[in-house]
């Protein structure tokens, strides 16, 4: 017989361990259950029966009867039924997918309020307006969020309501007032949605779940996935959870804490609390709230309950847990925790401050950090000498020094980013719907709300920087202005430029500085006491660990002796990629014209013997700034057009000196150069080992600059160790040919110098036909150095100089892929070609030694995907070396 599946999960059953069927919220919920703590109890409908309601359009056909088991259970437990008309359990129901999305999806509070249960409510709770206040709750968000009816609406109907009272709070209005909008409410619901606002307490719940499961598919959902790359079928699981109340008077509240600073790391008491509010009004960051040291004065016992139950928490999950709870009348509740977002900083704090408690090991402080973390610690910041004006102070919410113009809705921040311009997004408060707006921000400034307002929290998770609760700024946005504290008024287009890591904003464009971690990289700064060095010493330590840990080596592609020595400090291993073209660009241009131009072998000669000199000198100086590591230096690799002027300009110089009948002798021939070497695809042109096949001398001229130089640090007592390279091979024969001269030249130099060199000879695979008989070119390779650039472009078909800015983004809006295989590597076809030829090259030889030097060498993800394959190194640009020994380090744990 086939085994019935589980749709439903009471509190006591789940773990922490379930997310994937149980969502995050649900998972934990069930963790805190079990571990004692207060949490009211309930049951959650998995992922799975939201999967299948999704996918068919309804609910699974058990999924009712064991609802219905456990909402007898929870009666049961609670003493009470649903909606029961004198004394009525009222139940929420919450979305919580496996990763969290802050807002993105609906909730729906006091399930089971109907015209007669309000009446019970109101005597079991002594409070009349309570109970009105609970329901007219109720029928907004279920008007708004099941039944699709406008919530402005209600929001009118309440200010309305409030006019008429000449009130301006809602706190105000009395349960007679409250009564009256109940009716009216009704009415809207009547109007708008075609029905009444449902009497059955049943009938609410169940629409409500039905709800939260459409919600998993609504635009902002699915755009907030798409920027936090969450694949779009997991589902969400739904929390049915019994209420409890922050909202039944001064000893009542609600909050959000975290167990340590989610901004610097710091153990110590963080949060938020609001007396006699229910819960989302603290997400929402509508109305200000207290510190949450302050609960110690409001309800001393519910606070040290707390701070004991925020310690047993940390100590289980080992972790920064953030934390939401509600107080009713004296008796502490917790409504959700998890393992809390934090800046990059503190990732790196947290995980070695836990280590330093014992409570994880290094290998687990690894998997607590990430290359994206650290290469936003890398990123610079204000300049504190600066001549700046401060206008403002609130909370640093999420780090990183933002300048841009002050735009004050979201669609003006999208359509001016379009447009190439930056912007700071001002907003009093952000909700759900500015998202687009925030990512197409540089940074975001609200005007209230704490570090747990939904700006704080979706910045932070995007690693925006944001600055929220600036109280002092009065935020107009219907003016789309701002009034900063001298009435000097900030419009819509002026600079201002924002810190999230002190809170400050300032008018104008302030300056910046480079990060300490850039600093301590290169050797600059060191551990110490304050703030920022705190940092720098975390920092030191996990890439300690990271060293320890990582088997792939780490170099870098660079050119010369500057970027190969700040590459060094870095913690470079080598060089994977020195692209001599870079040093064919300059003064020397003219050299390379003469010898493109040259018709006879005798011009050819004496235009390399001009190059000779100056590549040596080149490779000199890189050798030494490397010296003792390898250096894998290319042979020219690009069209040679790329050498030569401009087409257009030289045709309209050409018909200029025509027409003054000047002469132009050399812009002509130059012409005609340009005209013959002119393709229409040049990046499948006369590239590569394709030029050194067909320029003769080029190659060997190059080569013997590498032996020389090699010689001549050899002579010096240095320690050479040179690579050559072969770009753009596509069959081994191509490769024999340079070789041999390569081997010859080497040999003479050799000899004549009286030194043994050591040079290596292997090529670049950047070519599909290369990959795929790799196991051929490696006869006449001793290294391969994957070209995933140029792979990616001849596997995908793809114009790596035009793609990116045509349709990428139509593909990525469409989903065909997360994010550009340039970045990324494409695992499942660029790598996969990547993991034959690895396989295919060592069978045929052994102790072939394998790199990358893509763009790909230095991104997080696709190091972890060259670790599994089995490289030896992956080589990327200097500033990102620390990220690729990191995550190297990562994915070996
Ligand atoms: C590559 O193709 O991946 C590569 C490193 O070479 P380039 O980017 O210079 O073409
Ligand atoms: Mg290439």
């Not at 499961?213 to 755009?223: G, I």
């Not at 110590?268 to 110690?296: K, S």
Request: one cysteine or more; hydrophobic letters at 40%.
């Amino acid at each position: 017989s086939v085994e019935a599946v589980k749709f439903v999960y009471d509190f006591t059953e789940g773990n922490k361990d379930l997310k994937d069927l149980l969502g995050g919220k649900g998972a934990n919920l069930a963790e805190m259950t079990n571990l004692g703590l207060p949490v009211p109890p309930g049951f959650t409908i998995t992922t799975e029966a939201c999967k299948v309601y999704l996918d068919s359009g309804e609910e699974p056909a058990a999924l009712r009867d064991e609802v219905s088991a456990h909402l007898d259970a929870l009666e049961a437990k609670m003493g009470k039924k649903l909606g029961q008309a004198d004394d009525p359990l009222l139940v929420s129901v919450r979305s919580g997918a496996k990763f969290s999305m802050p807002g993105m999806m609906d909730t729906v509070l006091n399930i089971g309020l109907s015209d007669k249960s309000v009446q019970g409510l109101a005597k079991q709770a002594g409070d009349d307006r309570f109970a009105w206040d609970s329901y007219r709750r109720l029928i907004q968000m279920f008007g708004k969020t099941v039944l699709g009816v406008d919530g402005d609406l209600f929001e009118e109907a309440l200010e309305a309501a409030k006019g008429a009272k000449k009130v301006t709070v809602d706190t105000e209005l009395e349960a007679a007032d409250l009564k009256k909008l109940v009716t009216r409410f009704k009415k809207i619901v009547k109007a708008e949605a075609g029905r009444d606002f449902p009497q059955d307490p049943r009938e609410q719940m169940d629409l409500a779940i039905h709800a939260v499961f459409d919600s998993w598919n609504t635009d902002r959902a699915k755009l907030y996935r798409r920027q936090e790359r969450i694949p779009g079928d997991l589902g969400t699981a739904v929390n049915v959870c019994s209420m409890v109340f922050g909202n039944l008077g001064p000893d009542s509240g609600t909050g959000v804490a975290f167990t340590r600073d989610p901004a610097s790391g710091h153990q110590g008491v963080y949060g938020d609390y609001l007396q006699n509010a229910q819960g989302e009004d603290v997400v929402a960051g509508i109305r200000n709230t207290v510190p949450l040291a302050e609960l110690e004065t409001i309800d001393k016992k519910s606070y040290d309950q707390l701070m004991q139950i925020m310690e047993t928490l940390e100590n289980h999950y080992k972790d920064l847990c953030d934390i939401e709870f509600t107080i009713e009348r004296g008796q502490l509740w917790m409504l959700q925790t998890r393992v809390g977002k934090r800046t990059a900083g503190a990732a790196f704090r947290i995980a070695t401050q836990l280590v330093d408690q014992g409570l994880i090991d290094e290998t687990e402080a690894l998997q607590r950090v990430n290359g994206a973390q650290l290469a936003q610690l890398m990123f610079p910041r204000f300049d504190e000498d600066a001549k700046v004006e401060k206008v403002g102070r609130g909370i640093a919410a999420s780090p990183g020094a933002a300048v841009g113009k002050a735009v004050f809705d979201s669609y003006t921040a999208v359509k001016w980013s379009r447009s190439g311009e930056k912007v700071i997004l001002v907003r009093r408060e952000t909700n759900p719907d500015d998202l687009d707006g925030m990512i197409a921000a540089e940074g975001i400034l609200t005007s209230r709300g704490g570090k747990t307002s939904h700006a704080a929290v979706v910045a932070r998770g995007m690693g925006k920087t944001c600055v929220c609760g600036a109280e002092e700024l009065e935020v107009d946005t219907k003016r789309r202005r701002m009034t900063v504290p001298g009435g000097h008024v900030v419009e819509e287009g002026d600079l201002i430029s924002i810190d999230g890591s002190s809170g400050k904003v300032y008018l104008g464009e302030v300056p910046v500085v480079p990060s300490p971690v850039v600093e301590y990289f290169e050797g600059r700064m060191h551990a110490g006491a304050n703030d920022a060095d705190e940092l720098v010493e975390a920092v030191h330590r996990i890439m300690a660990f990271a060293d320890r840990k990582r088997r792939l080596r780490v170099r870098a592609n660079a050119d010369n002796a500057e970027d190969a020595l700040r590459a060094r400090r870095f913690g470079a291993q080598g060089i994977g990629l020195c692209r001599t073209e870079h040093m064919f660009l300059g003064d020397r241009r003219e050299l390379v014209e003469r010898l493109i131009l040259a018709d006879t072998q005798a011009e050819r000669e004496e235009s390399l013997a001009a190059l000779l000199p100056l590549q040596k000198k080149d490779f000199v100086e890189l050798f030494s700034a490397m010296d003792g590591l390898p250096v894998t230096v290319r042979l020219l690799d690009p069209p040679l057009h790329e050498f030569l002027p401009d087409i257009t300009e030289l045709s309209v110089r050409v018909a200029l000196a025509e027409s003054r009948q000047e002469s132009h002798e050399n812009d002509l021939r130059l012409l005609q150069a340009v005209h013959r070497l002119h393709e229409q695809n040049p990046m499948l042109g006369l590239r590569g080992v394709r030029l050194g096949l067909v320029i003769p001398g080029l190659f060997t001229m190059q080569v013997r600059a590498i032996a020389e130089a090699a010689a001549e640090r050899k002579a010096a007592k240095g320690d050479p160790r040179a690579e050559i390279m072969i770009p753009l091979v596509g069959t081994v024969q191509e490769l024999e040919i340079v070789r041999e001269e390569a081997d010859q030249v080497i040999a003479e130099v050799q000899e004549v110098t009286g030194t043994d060199l050591k040079l290596s000879i292997g090529t670049m695979i950047e070519l599909p036909r290369a990959a795929l008989t790799a196991g051929q070119i490696a006869e006449a390779a001793e290294f391969f150095s994957f070209g995933t650039n140029d792979l990616t472009q001849t596997v995908w078909g793809f114009s790596r100089d035009d793609v990116e800015a045509s349709f990428f983004t139509a593909y990525l809006e469409k989903g065909i892929f997360g994010v550009s295989p340039f970045e990324t590597i494409d695992r499942d076809g660029v790598g996969s070609l990547v993991k034959s030829a690895v396989e295919a090259g060592r069978a045929t030889r052994p102790d072939l030694k394998l790199g990358v030097c893509g763009e790909h060498g230095g991104d997080p993800e696709s190091v972890h995907f060259f670790h599994e394959v089995g490289l030896d190194y992956v080589s990327c640009s200097p500033f990102r070396i620390p990220v690729a020994r990191l995550e190297a380090g990562r994915a070996a744990t």
